[in-house]
């Protein structure tokens, strides 16, 4: 009976780390639209501050009152601090190349996150990674170079800027896995919102350009992707291992380039198409792999 019981709370608990970053990976897509409608008009780091000011709004409103101030307070600000200086760093690489790398092809580079992710946290956290799981993340990263196609595409500045901000996130969620371990999704979200308002209200009012009413729509849907987004990763990752969570953001892809055509004409190659079936299959025999081992114990 006990061990019947047991099986379901792990599979439950694998469920529901899943769905928390199907969830995540909806606000991520949601961020690089809003970034690809604002950045003619709005300077990067002005667009980073306005992000992180309108996510710590949000939160301040909605948690304090139900959680209380004191519980939101981080205990390991300084590594707070190195996290969120990373994650600054990492977006500042990606919002650099969403205007003139097409979204497809930023999201597909940014799909090499989980190999990468899962090798920092096997070298410097001890996170084990089943060979199941390498199999599918180097499929995964097979179809990246379908998409991509190196030796056939030159590789510009912000292409590499891409690359650059993928391994800057790569480090900053094994960062988020070590935190994740004894601080609250609520404490996350709100000490991220806050270090990195912190951080960016000086550049930004030095390259401020005041947003106009047709901005609104954009900004409000790219704070609110900010929270949903850390908020769901950080429940993720204390359901589910780094390694298993973050394939899961391949299915941003077909989201993203569907989105991209529909509101800016963009187009995509066949290649799109094909190395997105191929992050969609790996992804797949992971998800359904960690289920079926869950069960199982």
């Known amino acids: 009976m006990n061990q019947k019981i047991t099986v379901n709370a792990n599979r439950t608990e694998t469920l529901h780390g899943i769905a928390w970053m199907l969830i995540a990976v909806a606000g991520l897509a949601g961020i690089v639209i809003a970034v690809r409608a604002l950045k003619p008009d709005i300077g ?22 139900r959680y209380g101030y004191k519980t939101l307070l981080t205990k390991r600000l300084p590594f707070q601090i190195l996290r969120n200086l990373t994650h600054v760093g990492a977006q500042y690489c990606v919002f650099f190349a969403v205007i003139s790398v097409p979204l497809a092809v930023v999201t597909s580079i940014e799909y090499t996150i989980p190999a990468l ?31 991509i ?68 729509p954009w900004l409000l849907l790219l704070g609110t992707s900010g929270i949903i987004t850390h908020f769901c990763i950080s429940k993720a990752l204390v359901l589910i291992d780094t390694s298993v969570c973050f ?9 993203i380039a569907l989105v991209a ?30 289920t079926k081992e869950a069960t199982a114990r």
């Not at 996130?169 to 270090?195: C, D, H, P, R, W």
């Not at 394939?247 to 989201?255: C, Q, T, Y």
């Open 44 to 65: 990067i780091t002005e667009i980073l501050f306005l992000r992180a000011l309108i996510g710590l709004i949000f939160i301040s409103v909605f948690m304090i009152p």
């Open 117 to 147: 992710t899962a090798a920092i946290a096997a070298m410097t956290i001890g996170e084990r990674v089943k060979i199941y799981r390498w199999i599918s993340m180097a499929v995964s990263f097979a179809g990246v170079l379908i998409i």
């Open 149 to 216: 196609r190196p030796g056939f595409v030159p590789v510009s500045i912000p292409t590499l800027m891409v690359i650059l901000g993928a391994i800057l996130f790569s480090a900053q969620n094994v960062m988020v896995k070590v935190l994740s371990q004894n601080e609250s999704a609520g404490t996350m979200v709100f000490t991220m919102n806050l270090i990195q308002s912190l951080i960016l209200v000086g550049p930004a009012i030095y390259f401020w350009v005041t947003p106009e009413w047709h901005h609104l």
């Open 247 to 255: 394939p899961l953001d391949f299915l941003r892809l077909p989201f």
């Open 261 to 290: 055509y529909l509101l800016w004409d963009e187009t995509f190659s066949p290649w799109v198409l094909i190395g997105a079936l191929v992050i969609f299959s790996s992804t797949y025999f992971s998800v359904r792999r960690e």
